[in-house]
């Protein structure tokens, strides 16, 4: 079965440097997560959105923004990288937005040095 | 507001011992309620899933029942493996403000020993 495809798998980026991760989503599900998961911790909702448009929004900090596209995938940028944006983030998709699972990508490694 | 609270890790045990992490919650609404798990070096996933009261969900030998009177959502499994071992994360769902929201408990590391 079609499972949530984040890419790239590892990225590595330098301070004040630039971010995009991607997200697919499974196939007819409209609305998209986005985490993030530091080291040791539990995952911490950034932002999500259902059927292109922004639905709620999290800790995400300014310097990151998302969006998701007509096909329902989702990218986030992540501009002025610092040391502390180095985590696991994770995007999860969902069938629609009433008491449905949330199945997860594999994450996106970011470190940033 | 909405809240999850989880066994704090990590727990260690043998293998084929009883397992249980003890979760409850705070909702204002009628929440789902989910156990996830976390393998080493791998993404989040969906382990076992309970929509309302005295529903039980299970998975893998893993089981867990929506207790609406205790607010808990307990994950047991009778004898675990050592291949067992992760991260497990409790989380309720829940509307607020027209918004689905996916709330996390902290994650409760889990250690088997052979």
């Known amino acids: 079965a079609a499972g949530v495809i984040q890419s790239p798998r590892h990225l590595i980026k330098e301070k004040r440097e630039t971010a995009t991760l991607k997200c697919y989503p499974i196939p007819r599900h409209d609305t998209v997560y986005w985490y993030q998961q530091g080291p040791g911790q539990d995952p911490q909702f950034l932002i999500s959105?259902?059927?292109?448009?922004?639905?709620d929004k999290g800790s995400i900090p300014d310097r990151f923004s998302a969006q998701q596209f007509s096909d329902y995938h989702s990218e986030l940028n992540m501009s002025s990288l610092e040391l502390g944006d180095s985590a696991l983030y994770f995007c999860a998709s969902s069938q629609d937005r009433v008491n449905t699972e949330a199945f997860f990508g594999q994450g996106t490694r970011l470190t940033v040095v | 507001g909405n809240s999850v609270t989880q066994m704090e890790g990590p727990v260690t045990l043998s293998e084929e011992a009883f397992l249980t992490i003890n979760c409850t919650y705070t909702a204002t609404g009628y929440p789902s309620l989910f156990w996830y798990v976390q393998y080493p070096g791998e993404g989040l996933q969906l382990l076992l899933k309970a929509t309302k009261a005295d529903d039980k969900g299970s998975n893998k030998g893993f089981e867990a029942t929506y207790r609406k009177e205790t607010t808990s959502f307990h994950l047991e499994k009778g004898s675990v493996q050592v291949s067992d071992s992760a991260v497990y994360f409790c989380?309720?769902?829940?509307?607020?403000?027209?918004?689905?929201?996916?709330?996390w408990g902290a994650g409760t590391k889990l250690i088997i020993k052979p």
């Open positions: 959105f259902y059927e292109k448009m922004q639905s």
């Open positions: 989380a309720l769902s829940d509307f607020m403000d027209s918004n689905y929201q996916l709330i």
